[in-house]
């Protein structure tokens, strides 16, 4: 809601791709930490072989999903809610991630879903970015 009504922080938050923006938030860099021990208490449960299911909040997701592939920090940031995402760990520890906010299995969105409030919040942040920039 924050930001598809403007509100500075949470678009400051987006463009400059940190949590750390708002006040009081945990540090970026405890939230990895955070999400890398719970993965690694989950690997350490899974026997070679075997599946493991996390139900997680997006943001951890996001995160999880952000230290498999090494990517930028909020690509992964944007997920629907009952959307599955698969991440697998070789035993080298060469992480795969085979699929990412799959939604195959629930209704289609109707017509006048315009797709996930994340994602539309975040186009029309990107949108305000790129009218700001001198030209």
């Given at each position: 809601m924050r930001i598809a009504n403007g509100d500075p922080t949470a678009l400051r938050v987006i463009a400059e791709q940190s949590w750390d923006v708002i006040p009081g938030a945990e540090p970026m860099a405890?939230?990895?930490?955070r999400v890398k021990q719970g993965l690694e208490?989950?690997?350490a449960a899974t026997e070679p072989g075997q599946v493991a299911v996390v139900v997680a909040?997006?943001?951890v997701i996001g995160e999880a999903c952000r230290q498999a592939t090494g990517s930028e920090p909020f690509a992964?940031?944007?997920n629907d809610n009952c959307a599955i995402t698969r991440l697998v760990r070789f035993?080298?520890?060469r992480w795969l991630l085979r699929s990412?906010?799959?939604?195959?299995?629930?209704a289609?969105?109707?017509?006048h879903d315009g797709g996930s409030f994340m994602g539309?919040?975040?186009g029309q942040a990107a949108d305000a970015r790129r009218r700001a920039e001198p030209r």
């Open positions: 405890d939230f990895a930490a208490i989950v690997l909040h997006g943001g992964f940031v944007i035993s080298h520890g990412f906010n799959d939604t195959s299995h629930l289609p969105p109707s017509a539309r919040a975040a």
